[in-house]
T-cell receptor
Framework: ELKVEQNPLFLSMQEGKNYTIYCNYS?????LYWYRQDPGKSLESLFV?????AVKQEGRLMASLDTKARLSTLHITAAVHDLSATYFC???????????FGTGTRLTIIP | GAVVSQHPSWVICKSGTSVKIECRSL??????MFWYRQFPKQSLMLMAT?????????EQGVEKDKFLINHASLTLSTLTVTSAHPEDSSFYIC????????????FGDGTRLSIL
């Protein structure tokens, strides 16, 4: 059974600081997704990581994937208040699209 | 714009009522759609995989007779919560992905179900 863990679960940080969220998964997968969820809203796709060593950046967020270590990171650079949200990683079962979501990281950026 | 439309956004109804939620892919055909449930402050849990033209595949612990799924066309899947009770109150989200693409699953806006 695929298990996906995220750390930390909660993160409160000041504007301007950097931090990394970690996503570990338990079985082989060739892809990993990062999503953002604002309170009361559905999921917004952030990144699709398709291969080992993949790195993608959008604004102050950068995601990477190490399939050998079964680890993905989401790095926040010089955080701003608008980034406050819950971030989920999600891993598909190998060979199909059933997603297992991580526990989520609730990020609060303090002015 | 949205590529997956979910309706309704919010439902409040009395215990014992059956509630139908629709999920539509707007500009692509989806032979497979997914239904998730999210309780407050928790992650998304996959309930079932909706397969066009055949029976849905339910995850362990999800009651088939309670959560009826119909995927009658390539752009529409419905989830009916039958005889809903307060413990069924949750945020229900559907998703779909364009076949043979590397795009992520697109999620509907979700349906907040409150059973009194």
């Amino acid at each position: 059974e695929l298990k996906v863990e995220q750390n930390p679960l909660f993160l409160s940080m000041q504007e301007g600081k950097n931090y990394t969220i970690y996503c570990n998964y338990s079985t082989t997968s060739d892809r990993l997704y990062w999503y953002r969820q604002d309170p009361g809203k559905s999921l917004e796709s952030l990144f699709v990581l398709l291969s080992n060593g993949a790195v993608k950046q959008e604004g102050r967020l950068m995601a990477s994937l190490d399939t050998k270590a079964r680890l993905s990171t989401l790095h926040i650079t010089a955080a701003v208040h608008d980034l406050s949200a819950t971030y989920f990683c999600a891993v598909p079962d190998f060979g199909n699209e059933k997603l297992t979501f991580g526990t989520g990281t609730r990020l609060t950026i303090i002015p | 714009g949205a590529v997956v439309s979910q309706h309704p956004s919010w439902v409040i109804c009395k215990s014992g009522t059956s509630v139908k939620i629709e999920c539509r892919s707007l500009d692509f055909q989806a032979t497979t759609m997914f239904w998730y449930r999210q309780f407050p402050k928790q992650s998304l849990m996959l309930m079932a995989t909706s397969n066009e033209g055949s029976k849905a595949t339910y995850e362990q612990g999800v009651e088939k007779d309670k959560f009826l799924i119909n995927h009658a066309s390539l752009t529409l899947s419905t989830l009916t919560v039958t005889s809903a009770h307060p413990e069924d109150s949750s945020f229900y989200i559907c998703s779909a992905r364009k076949v043979s693409s590397n795009q992520p699953q697109h999620f509907g806006d979700g349906t907040r179900l409150s059973i009194l």
